[in-house]
């Protein structure tokens, strides 16, 4: 998602959107690369993400665990009573 508009929205004097809603914490992908990552924290006490032990995917973690930490997504998730099952 990117460049989302209302559709109401009217061209301005420049001939572009006046109002552009930018999706971009909603377009997180749940998997990054560790190389990427390296100011998140991995700890027994806090965990931002997730090694992953499928070998195919050992250069990468699951950031799923800091993406539910965003208050876009809590936000989201409690107005549609919408709960995270099997972590």
């Known amino acids: 998602m990117s460049g989302v508009t ?3 929205q009217k061209p301005n004097s420049y001939g572009i959107d006046s ?3 930018v999706m971009g914490l909603l377009d997180n ?8 990552i390296d100011g998140l924290e991995y ?3 806090h965990q931002d993400y997730r090694p992953i032990s499928d070998p195919r995917f ?3 973690a ?3 665990p800091l ?3 965003l208050e876009v997504i809590q936000s989201y ?11």
């Open 62 to 64: 699951d950031i799923t």
């Open 29 to 36: 992908k749940p998997l990054e690369y560790l190389s990427q």
């Open 19 to 21: 109002k552009v809603v």
């Open 67 to 69: 993406l539910d930490n």
């Open 6 to 8: 209302p559709r109401e």
């Open 58 to 60: 050992n250069r990468y």
């Open 43 to 45: 700890s027994n006490e």
């Open 77 to 87: 998730r409690h107005a549609r009573n919408i709960q995270r099952t099997g972590l």
